[in-house]
């Protein structure tokens, strides 16, 4: 779900997620997908579009 090559770990995904389901790993961005409800919030902020929640 997130493009390790694109992420920069801005933090913004992790800090816009409702269900705090995103954490920085190692200088990326790492969704749970249990957590995960799928809403949009990071694919559409992330700036450098590394995030697609229909993966
Ligand atoms: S918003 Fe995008 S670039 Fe920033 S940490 Fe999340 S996935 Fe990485
Ligand atoms: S789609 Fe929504 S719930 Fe899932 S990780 Fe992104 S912000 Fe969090």
Do not use: L, T, Y
């Amino acid at each position: 779900m997130v493009d390790e090559k694109k992420c920069i770990a801005c933090g913004g995904c992790v800090a816009i997620c409702p269900v705090q389901a995103i954490k920085i790993v190692k200088g990326k961005a790492k969704i749970d997908p249990k957590k995960c409800i799928r809403c949009g919030s990071c694919m559409n902020f992330c700036p450098m579009n590394a995030i697609d929640i229909n993966k």
